[in-house]
């Protein structure tokens, strides 16, 4: 018994690799997998380079068919998934057909199970059970392989059950239709002729599986298993690689309702149960665009014809279909068959304002933006006022401190200085107005300043005005893979890579440290080269100072470090995978503490300086004079000068201590994983870091006792290094950038 696997391919390498993967192992004997290609399709070209994704389908091709038995097939004069899938279903030879995403991947050998049950039940359709994931596969695979274990015959036979065409319905309409999972028998499909609608781009599943249902007979047989079978995958980047649900069009109202009615079209008179689920799930369609958002004066979701359309649909439903929504919903359905468009909207703006209280009646940043846009957006923008926020307001420090103070020493009263700082408690030189985040006054210096310096992204909801100027400084030159070089985003919002284009097409200029990091900003940010300036990170102006020693002496004394003791400084940064939740993070100390201490106690102390997401946890590990707590140290930059070693792993710290040229210790104790699963980095950690990678305490514990020899095995390593990463910096980037940028000179 043989399988056709169909898989409709656009764009997208990393998921067609994962896709291609989980079908060399899913030990399948007779089977072809029918690729076509639509080369065609083209969603937006000013961020993809089709002709190099031309180029690349064809290379990868060339890579598997040694592993699979591809047979591959371009669209010519057509495009879309549904054009794709039937080209696949006319070139399929095997019993079964099996549509399979390109962006999607095969759990295991869940396909060969499917397999197996529609051997056993002579079956004309099987369906498994989809798991929605926003992981690349190796990650995803990590996470379920407990409960996708090996299975028995007896137990991949059990795990299947023939149910009711109208059981099967209510399943597949709880959520969007789609055919995939399906192992269908293509001889069914050829008698009754079934074909995907090519005309409709975002729904051609719908009225397809729409008429499998309608089609079956008492004599067909459709098993459901309960196997996990198929990993459903979201897409994490909406820019670059938007699913077909993420592309926005302003006709899919109008496809849906076509769809709709195609698939009221194979529904037969005596099928009454079938034709009440479809009308649900059509009106809960209609719900969920009008619900989702608040809708503006003039917005109405859709045309006048397509709302009379709708109404008409409606109108021709059962009463029965509309008992299970709420007061409100059932409201908002009787003014759609009513044909009343204008006060479909008001019910559901009213709706939306009791649940999410938006403008005045909602939070503080919701009645801000709505004093902003009355009020604040009507006050001239002030040509003198400079604006600074450094870590969200969590510090005084960074790029920010540096180009703040040598504009106070070159330029003092010449400008209005606004600082944002959660704590206001922390000293700040000069006499700048001092702000607290995500407040009135914070949105109303935000529309007014003319100069917006920060280090991080600014809020999402910010809406810069067009006189202002916005300078991006970032905060590191950057080793792990960043935003959309990233595959998957662990920590972050589901939404990371979408909001974070949208906040970066408002920064006028980006800052750089050195040609690398302009090269990587620029894929990794989507961003325009024009407009990074490569003038160096003003926070290392500080290590190229004539009073350094001064400045070590006063930051150990500010800490209580003895004077005579040497400080390694232990810069970690957090991990991907350690939080509890959204911006809830874990931390754990991979270093053992109390060896360290025995070893080394006597000449030296152990400074942490953890990741500022996490700088809460470490007071617990201090107190016992070989402990000292660098969390809270307002600016990084003084603590490297304080130090005698830098130990680190995966932190941007390295490349600005670099500067100092002294040693430096990778403690990378979980490298493989942090590689492969998490990030991904830029660079050749095993042969362009400027210091050894250690993976177990005593390895670390021996570096340090053997330091010299270190700074000698490594030393032309550590200057190739320098000349790529440290060259600009020389101690006056901030004046570049004050001149340059603020002076316009």
């Not at 729904?203 to 004599?219: E, I, K, N, Q, R």
């Not at 897409?235 to 690689?241: G, L």
């Not at 002496?553 to 500010?558: G, I, L």
């Not at 969390?631 to 930059?637: A, G, H, L, P």
Request: proline fraction near 2%; charge should be negative; include cysteine.
């Amino acid at each position: 018994m043989g399988v056709s696997i169909i898989v409709p391919y656009h764009r997208g390498e990393h998921f067609f690799r994962d896709c291609l993967d989980s079908i060399v192992e899913s030990k399948l004997e007779d089977y072809e997998v029918i690729i076509v290609y639509d080369k065609n399709a083209v969603y937006d070209a000013s961020v993809i380079d089709n002709q190099r994704e031309n180029k690349r389908y064809g290379q990868i091709i060339e890579e598997y068919k040694s592993l699979l038995p591809i047979y591959n097939y371009v669209l010519i004069d057509k495009t879309g998934v549904a054009a794709a899938r039937n080209l696949g279903i006319s070139k399929a030879s095997k019993e079964y057909v099996y549509f399979l995403d390109s962006d999607d991947y095969v759990i295991h050998d869940g396909l060969h199970k499917m397999l197996q049950i529609a051997d056993e039940n002579v079956a004309t359709i099987v369906s498994g059970v989809m798991l929605p994931t926003w992981f690349k596969r190796y990650t995803f695979l990590k996470s379920v392989e407990q409960t996708t274990s090996e299975d028995s015959k007896e137990n991949i036979v059990e795990s299947a059950k023939r149910y009711d065409v109208c059981d099967i319905a209510s399943q597949l309409f709880q959520e969007e239709v789609s055919v995939l999972n399906l192992l269908i028998k293509r001889s069914w499909l050829q008698e009754r002729e079934l074909q995907f609608d090519e005309a409709n781009q975002f729904y051609s599943d719908f009225p397809f599986v729409s008429s499998l249902l309608a089609g079956c007979t008492d004599h067909d047989i459709w098993i459901c298993s309960q196997l996990k079978t198929y990993a459903k995958r979201s897409h994490n980047d909406t820019i670059q690689y938007p699913s077909l649900t993420q592309i926005k069009a302003g006709n899919r109202m109008e496809q849906f309702l076509e769809a709709f009615v195609a698939s009221s079209g194979y529904i037969g008179a005596n099928q009454e149960e079938l034709r009440y689920l479809l009308d649900v799930y059509c009106c809960k369609f209609l719900l969920h665009n009008y619900e989702k958002s608040y809708h503006g004066r003039k917005s109405y979701v859709m045309s006048e014809e397509t709302f009379g359309a709708y109404s008409m649909a409606l109108h021709n439903m059962s009463q029965r279909v509309f008992i299970g929504f709420s007061k409100e919903q059932q409201q908002i359905l009787s003014a759609i068959r009513s044909n009343q468009r204008k006060k479909v909207v008001k019910i559901a703006n009213k709706m939306i304002m009791k649940q999410k209280k938006i403008g005045l009646f909602g939070n503080t940043i919701q009645r801000a933006r709505v004093l902003d846009k009355l009020i604040f957006r009507r006050l001239p923008v002030k040509q003198n006022w400079v604006m600074f926020e450094s870590f969200g307001g969590k510090s005084y420090s960074d790029n920010c401190k540096y180009i703040y103070e040598y504009m106070l020493k070159n330029y003092g009263d010449e400008y209005k200085y606004i600082w944002v700082m959660r704590d206001h408690s922390i000293i700040i030189q000069g006499n700048p107005t001092v702000i607290k985040p995500n407040t009135y006054q914070y949105l109303y210096y935000l529309s007014r300043a003319k100069f917006l310096v920060f280090n991080s992204r600014q809020p999402i909801w910010y809406n810069k005005r067009k006189e202002s100027v916005f300078i991006e400084t970032w905060h590191g030159t950057p080793l792990k893979k960043l935003v959309f070089d990233m595959e998957d985003v662990h920590s972050a919002t589901l939404t990371h890579k979408e909001d974070f284009y949208k906040v970066s097409r408002k920064w006028d200029y980006l800052i750089s440290d050195n040609a690398f990091s302009t090269e990587v900003f620029k894929h990794a940010f989507l961003f325009d080269k024009d407009k990074i300036a490569e003038y160096g990170y003003p926070r290392n102006d500080l290590l190229y100072a004539d009073n350094t020693q001064e400045i070590t002496k006063r930051v150990k004394e500010k800490l209580g470090i003895p004077l005579e003791k040497k400080v390694i400084l232990y810069a970690p940064t957090w991990r991907d995978d350690e939080f509890y939740s959204h911006g809830k993070y874990k931390f754990s100390l991979a270093i053992d503490i109390e060896q360290m201490k025995q070893a080394l106690g006597e000449e030296y102390v152990l400074l942490l300086r953890t990741h500022y997401f996490v700088v809460d946890q470490v007071d617990s590990l201090c107190g016992d004079g070989f402990v000292y707590n660098g969390s809270r140290y307002q600016d990084i930059t003084e603590l490297y000068l304080a130090s005698d070693i830098c130990v680190t792993d995966y932190s941007s710290v390295f490349f600005d201590y670099a500067n100092l040229r002294r040693p430096i210790l990778f403690f990378v104790y979980d490298l493989e994983k942090y590689k492969e699963e998490l990030h991904g980095f830029y660079i050749d950690m095993e042969t362009e870091v400027p210091g050894p990678l250690l993976q177990t305490n005593e390895q670390l514990l021996q570096a340090i006792e053997h330091i010299n020899d270190i700074e000698e095995t490594y030393k032309e390593r550590y200057n190739t290094f320098y000349n790529r990463f440290c060259a600009i910096d020389d101690g006056h980037a901030a004046e570049r950038i004050v001149e340059k940028l603020i002076r316009n000179k």
